[in-house]
């Protein structure tokens, strides 16, 4: 089968002068609980530009917003059949989703949202799995579903007396794009969030935003010009050292804040203790690749999205389709995602025939 992989001559004095290689590769068999999945759609992270740059493993193969249709299934997998349409994230520490073909546990992919083609399906997975853990397992919000009748009665909330809020650092990129949306038409919360280009700005305010504010600036001063004295949430998807002292002063007391993105420095908690605040770390691949015992509630997250996003609550992030799964393309997203310029999300459709 094709793949794309990374290129073992980090050197980059190779012929091809490029951090990914088009390979060929054996064909992989599926273990007793895992789908092999020929991959339709492959959507580009940050996370592949971080492992491009720091991975020590030769031909690693990357990619993890995957959709695509079962080709084959593991002995002990009752969920899926050849022929289902799915789509997930995958894990970090099994080969990745830029390829024909695929192997991933079952119990970590969702049957693809039959109102989305492969390509807007494949700027879901990674980015929901991602969002739904933050918002409403770290950050403890209540999903405010319209439709009760939808879901599991035990998940909706009663309406409060006033409208909650939640501060979104970096909206605009293909998770913040996907946190305001939960955030402003499932939870029902008044969303702010970030961003500092004129593009940017509209992102977030297309995909819902309240308001926007530029994280460039004083977030307090900001907050308060919009009658604003506190937020009772907090989710920081971008590196929260620069912003953390800034973050303290406009949490609400007995607030939460959760961040994503690994600090470049030690944070000092001790700012957040005056007000009892609560801080967390989201990992997506942390279920995958540790095994927990829950490890399924993942492939129920992507129902539900598909769920949301067939019922015309959550639409797909998709921002451009670079073409064919190739180094090419992938050195293209790569470079587009570094130059922190990418809003939504970017994504590779197939293999050329």
């Known amino acids: 089968m094709r793949a794309v992989a990374l290129n073992p001559d980090k050197s980059l004095k190779s012929a091809s002068n490029c951090l990914f290689l088009d390979v060929a590769l054996d064909m992989p068999s599926p273990k007793p609980t895992d789908l092999l999945v020929q991959i339709k759609a492959a959507g580009i992270n940050p996370i592949d530009v971080k492992l491009s740059k720091g991975s020590k493993t030769p031909g690693l193969i990357l990619g993890f917003d995957v959709c695509g249709i079962v080709h084959a299934v593991g002995s002990q997998v009752v969920k899926f059949k050849k022929g289902d349409s799915v789509y997930y994230a995958g894990a970090v520490n099994r080969p990745g989703g830029f390829a024909e073909y695929q192997l991933v546990d079952a119990r970590i992919v969702g049957t693809r949202p039959s109102s989305l083609s492969f390509s807007q399906a494949a700027c879901l997975p990674l980015a929901a799995i991602t969002c739904w853990e933050a918002l409403f397992e770290k950050l403890h919000i209540k999903p405010k579903f319209l439709n009760n009748s939808d879901l599991n009665k035990n998940s909706i909330h009663d309406v409060r007396e006033s409208e909650p809020s939640i501060l979104i650092i970096g909206g605009s990129g293909g998770v913040g794009s996907l946190a305001i949306q939960l955030a402003k038409r499932i939870a029902g919360l008044r969303v702010i969030a970030t961003a500092s280009r004129q593009a940017s700005v509209q992102q977030c305010l297309d995909m ?59 944070l ?72 922190a310029k990418a809003i939504g999300k970017l994504v590779m459709t197939g293999f050329d025939e």
């Not at 308060?224 to 953390?244: N, R």
């Open 208 to 266: 819902g935003a309240t308001s926007v504010i530029n994280h460039h600036e004083s977030l307090l001063t900001q907050l308060k010009e919009l009658d604003i004295k506190w937020v009772d949430y907090v989710l920081c998807l971008t590196d929260p050292a620069p912003l953390f002292s800034q973050i303290s002063e406009v949490i609400a007391p007995l607030g939460r804040v959760c961040s994503l993105v690994e600090s470049s420095t030690d």
């Open 268 to 339: 000092p908690m001790n700012l957040l203790r005056n007000k009892s605040v609560s801080f967390s770390w989201e990992g997506a691949f942390t279920r995958s690749l540790f095994k927990t015992p829950d490890m399924k509630h993942q492939g129920e997250i992507l129902d539900v999205i598909a769920h949301l996003v067939d019922k015309g609550q959550i639409h797909s992030t998709l921002k451009e389709d670079l073409g064919s799964i190739c180094a090419e393309h992938l050195q293209k997203g790569c470079q587009i995602i570094e130059s």
